[in-house]
């Protein structure tokens, strides 16, 4: 009786109803129903790290097309405190911002920030380094983060101090922050990670899963929050495609697709996932954000995707164009005096040129940093925009294949630049 009624209430303020599905693919088109607006998917979400999208203000994130925006919550439990947060009335309240929101559940930044902070490892090593120094029998007082069944016990990246998180922790973070769509706790490994390894944190992450849900629903009980599970698995088929089994069975709202993928098999590791996930929940590929991933992503069947490249890389100078990225700070462009992609329609596009905004760079100001944070993001937005314009037309195809020649068209790109790492 109980279990009927939450469903019924929980309908009211979050639902996902698919419109459309791509012939012979994964795809879909769909609309998310959140107790703040609608989101169409596929959909960028933009990452607002610590409740706020660096340089850029609520109106000039919803002007330049954003729909939904993503906040951390390990930062915000560092700073301000997720308390501090309740009290402004949310992390949305809190930004001044209307629209659907969501946070991640902390585990990436636990393993990999807090693992990895300052030592220059990167987020695909970070995993293995913690599988490494535990097989090695390294001093567990020296490391970042350990992690036993019951959570985690990390440092904090910011002074040291010890603290301890585990799937109820979490969730009453993520209750205080109070985003629309919130992420159950979760392992994030390495890909590189071996078999045995997986496949212990995976099933770590299932029980972590079954612990979260039953939190969430404690806390929860106006349902005005929508969980999300997290697959993991790693690189391994078979771990994938048991995550998603286990986990499409439990009673979560939707699902993130976690972990680090090797980038030769993403598009299929994703397509394992998402054919046996329940096909009438949402699906949001996390920390994917590079457009040759988002397409793979797209076709093989996730909705959403996150990434705090566009505005990260922009504030460094690098700009997003359909010829592929570029450096404006570049001496060519002292005296360029076109917008910084001339088929763009940003505002920054629309008032501005590459000469202007190569001087505010040049010259450390924080408008040219702001402008050319506008035009990535909206470049990106517009982008799976554009994607799900063409799966309406069945025009799927022609069109990654037409974006993907040009914007990769120059060898000197690098990918590795655009990491989603937070
Ligand atoms: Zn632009």
Redesign the pocket.
């Known amino acids: 009786m109980y279990t009927k009624f939450m469903s019924e209430n929980k309908k009211k303020h979050f639902s996902f109803s698919i419109k459309k599905k791509m012939k012979g693919k994964l795809g879909r088109i769909g609309e998310i129903q959140t107790p703040h607006g609608k989101i169409q998917t596929p959909a960028f979400v933009s990452v607002g790290t610590k409740a706020n999208v660096k340089g850029l203000t609520p109106e000039m994130i919803k002007e330049l097309g954003a729909q939904v925006v993503l906040a951390n919550t390990y930062h915000l439990y560092f700073q301000p405190g997720d308390e501090i947060v309740k009290k402004a009335g949310g992390f949305p309240k809190m930004m001044h911002w209307d629209g659907p929101t969501m946070t991640d559940s902390g585990g990436f930044q636990v393993f990999s920030l807090g693992e990895a902070f300052g030592t220059g490892v990167s987020k695909v090593a970070s995993g293995e380094d913690i599988v490494v120094s535990e097989r090695k029998g390294y001093d567990k007082s020296q490391k970042f983060a350990h992690i036993d069944e019951e959570g985690v016990t990390f440092k904090s990246h910011l002074n040291g101090s010890m603290h301890r998180f585990t799937p109820e922790k979490s969730m009453e973070i993520q209750w205080n922050l109070g985003a629309d769509m919130i992420f159950a706790f979760d392992e994030c490994t390495s890909p590189l990670a071996p078999h045995d390894y997986q496949k212990e944190a995976m099933e770590r992450t299932h029980r972590w899963a079954e612990r979260s849900l039953k939190r969430h629903n404690e806390l929860d009980r106006e349902n005005v929050q929508a969980l999300f599970g997290v697959v993991q698995g790693g690189r391994f088929q078979d771990l994938r495609e048991e995550s998603a089994r286990v986990l499409g069975a439990m009673d979560f709202d939707g699902y993130g697709i976690g972990g680090s993928f090797n980038k030769e098999d993403m598009a299929e590791a994703v397509g394992w996932v998402n054919s046996i996930l329940p096909e009438d929940k949402p699906r949001h590929m996390l920390g994917i954000g590079e457009p040759m991933d988002i397409f793979a992503g797209v076709e093989n069947g996730c909705d959403l995707f996150d990434c705090v490249s566009p505005t990260r890389v922009a504030r460094h100078g690098r700009i997003y164009s359909y010829d592929g990225p570029y450096q404006i700070k570049n001496a060519r462009f002292k005296e360029y005096f076109k917008?910084?992609?001339s088929e763009?329609?940003?505002?920054?596009?629309?008032n501005y040129t590459r000469s202007y905004i190569h001087h505010l760079m040049r010259s450390k100001e924080v408008l040219g940093q702001t402008l050319a944070s506008?035009?990535n993001l909206?470049?990106i937005v517009k982008l799976v925009d554009d994607i799900r314009t063409s799966m309406k037309d069945e025009g799927f195809e022609d069109f990654k294949n037409s974006f993907i020649e040009r914007y990769y068209q120059k060898e000197d790109i690098k990918r590795e630049e655009n990491t989603c790492e937070i």
Do not use: A, G, Q, V
Not at 344 to 350: I, L, P, V
């Open positions: 917008p910084l992609d763009c329609s940003c505002y920054t596009c629309k506008i035009h909206y470049f």
